[in-house]
Nanobody, 123 residues
Framework: QVQMVESGGGLVQAGGSLRLSCAASGRTFSTYTMGWFRQAPGKEREFVATISWSGSSTSYADSVKGRFTISRDNAKSTVYLQMNRLKPEDTAVYYC????????????????WGQGTQVTVSS
């Protein structure tokens, strides 16, 4: 069992930045692929970014590529999502998740999920 707690969400104007954090429990954090997903009202949960256990491999949704950066600190069992040049369409609840396999964009490949943090971008 892995528990995650997201933080760092909030209200920001378009063009602004936020940094999300996800702190995970468990001594095996460094062996897991981590991912960030988001879900807007009335929409399905969608992939945002993923990072391998070592941090050497990352992947992003086309909609955030060049604006968002995923990173991790295994010593702190924490994964981050730096979000720059935010747009109103980035408004959603953001979730971090754990996968025991290689980096993937598929929701079903992730086993444990955090409770989510709200990000609201005003125009």
């Amino acid at each position: 069992q892995v528990q995650m707690v997201e933080s760092g969400g909030g209200l920001v104007q378009a063009g602004g930045s936020l940094r999300l954090s996800c702190a995970a429990s468990g001594r095996t954090f460094s062996t897991y692929t981590m991912g960030w997903f988001r879900q807007a009202p009335g929409k399905e949960r969608e992939f945002v970014a993923t990072i391998s256990w070592s941090g050497s491999s990352t992947s992003y949704a086309d909609s955030v590529k060049g604006r968002f950066t995923i990173s991790r600190d295994n010593a702190k069992s924490t994964v981050y999502l730096q979000m720059n040049r935010l747009k109103p369409e980035d408004t959603a609840v953001y979730y971090c998740a754990v996968s025991g396999g290689p980096p993937t964009a598929r929701v079903p490949d992730y086993t444990f999920w955090g409770q989510g943090t709200q990000v609201t971008v005003s125009s």
